[in-house]
């Protein structure tokens, strides 16, 4: 089921400009794998090395062990999938997904057939007739799909394939384009610079910036570990204090402020009085009173949305923070209010000073 995908080394430059530099990642049968990052970090250049748009500079990509630098983009067997769905504007549903048949020479007589199949899985099969300016954008981008998909490719591509929807329509789609993959179990490559698309669709995903990979992982451990205080802040909401290491009678703890909370097991050497960075997540905040544990801090202001309250704080040495708590346990904290705010030990997300290194 689906192919491997192994990126080795791989180099692209683009005139003096080196944008990939000796990147490697490997992508399992039939996983649906995303590449994440903010703008120009070099996704869809890697994309476009994968399929063949682009050359190589150095490295390998290998699909199933084999070496593919220099196959052309019409002999990799590769579907993708853009962000202006590209769909030829003079053709039906049924012609446009119906060209890459013809195009590989497929008898007309399993042509309909093939076509109905996919317009099935997409579920636009009451659409076949349609001519593209008749299509919402959502079904625009699952015509795009479905040409992708029904010429059979081993590996299905797809850049920032929701770009131009709607939110709601972000969200039916992503659900349905993960739906598909699964059904049909192709290996799946897919960019986008959306953090929550990223976290819903995949079943790992690399955090890229720069150019270089700063993590792969399963977005559970992307977003609960990250590996690095760029991680951290990319994805998802994170309060970055400052603090530091204290080791007494073979005892470990961080220090945040007056706050003292146990480790009791890092991964990695600690020095008593090295200082640190604390990355802690909004919702991972217990407010106490003020007399209670944790840092000491004052509410300055609080959102209610329903479901949560979101708190700005500020701490003692003027930081501001923001806390969020399940709305339905908490009266709302009156502006002004000293706290304390507690965590527990396993919430704590630990770096080196310089960000670079997670040492939980
Ligand atoms: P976005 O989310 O904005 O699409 P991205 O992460 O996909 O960003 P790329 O499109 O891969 O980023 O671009 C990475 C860098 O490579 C950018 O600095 C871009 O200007 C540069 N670049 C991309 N294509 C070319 C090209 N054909 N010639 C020169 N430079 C290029």
């Known amino acids: 089921m689906g192919v491997a995908i192994s990126i080795e080394n791989a180099v692209k430059r683009f005139g003096k400009d080196t944008i990939i530099n000796g990147l490697s990642l490997d992508i399992k049968p039939g996983e649906f794998f995303t590449l994440l990052g903010p703008s120009g970090c070099g996704k869809t250049t ?29 002999k990799r067997n590769m579907g993708m999938v853009f962000q202006n769905y590209a769909i030829f504007p003079h053709m039906s549903v049924r012609d446009n997904v119906a060209f890459g048949l013809k195009n590989r020479k497929i008898p007309a ?24 300016a008749k299509l919402s954008g959502g079904q625009q981008q699952r015509v795009a799909l479905a040409r992708a998909i029904v010429i059979h490719p081993e590996v299905l591509l797809m850049d920032e394939p929701l770009s131009n929807l709607d939110a ?16 049909i179990g192709i290996t799946t490559v897919y960019v986008t610079h959306d953090q929550e698309e990223a976290l819903a669709v995949s079943d790992r995903i690399a955090v890229m910036n720069g150019g270089v990979i700063q993590q792969i992982d399963t977005p559970k451990n992307i977003y609960q570990r990250p590996a690095n205080l760029f991680v951290s802040t990319f994805i998802g909401l994170s309060n970055i204090l400052s603090g530091k290491i204290s080791v007494k009678n073979g005892e470990t703890s961080i220090q945040i402020q007056d706050y003292t909370v146990p480790m ?21 905040f217990i407010i106490n009173q003020a007399d209670g544990a944790g840092i000491p801090a004052t509410v300055k202001s609080s ?43 396993q919430k704590i997300n630990i770096y080196t000073e310089d960000g670079n290194k997670n040492l939980v």
């Open 46 to 74: 890697l994309l476009r090395m994968v399929i063949g748009f682009n050359s190589i500079e150095g490295g390998e990509i290998k699909v199933d062990q084999k070496v593919i630098n220099n196959i052309p983009t019409n």
């Open 109 to 132: 007589s399993q042509i309909e057939a093939q076509v109905d199949e996919i317009l099935k899985i997409v579920k636009i099969d009451h659409l076949k007739n349609r001519m593209p």
């Open 168 to 183: 709601k329509l972000r969200v039916e789609m992503r659900n349905a384009i993960k739906r598909i993959q699964q059904q």
């Open 264 to 284: 009791s097991q890092l991964s990695q050497e600690v020095k008593d009085g090295q200082r640190i960075k604390v990355s802690i997540r909004p919702e991972e």
């Open 303 to 345: 959102v209610f949305l329903g479901i949560t309250t979101h708190y700005f704080v500020a701490l003692a040495d003027g930081q501001e923070i923001e806390v969020i708590q399940n709305s339905d346990i908490w009266d709302i904290i009156p502006d002004g209010s000293g706290i304390r705010l507690a965590v527990q030990p």
